[in-house]
């Protein structure tokens, strides 16, 4: 079974709350709020966005990324890089 299939439930809530982020940046600009405020909306939405990237590209690496003769530390650590990476 793949990763995304089991912390579906876990990642459409994620996916659901980075909708409303953008929502908001619409609603920001349809209202005319200052640059500002703007930039924050965009700031949020866009790590959440990364950090979306981040859990599904680590449970990836963990899942699919290393061959079966690599230790399971292996996989962590370079899941914890992409982590770092996309921070």
Known sequence: MAHTI???????GRI??????A????????????CAEVLRLIAASRGAMSALMAEVLAEHI?????????????????AGI??????
């Open 6 to 12: 089991r912390n579906k439930k876990k990642l459409l």
């Open 16 to 21: 659901r709350r980075i909708v409303g982020q």
């Open 23 to 34: 929502q908001a940046v619409e609603r920001a600009l349809d209202g005319d709020q200052e």
């Open 62 to 78: 963990r899942e699919h990324g290393l061959g079966p003769n690599r230790r399971n530390a292996d996989a962590e650590d370079v």
């Open 82 to 87: 992409v982590r770092a990476y996309l921070k």
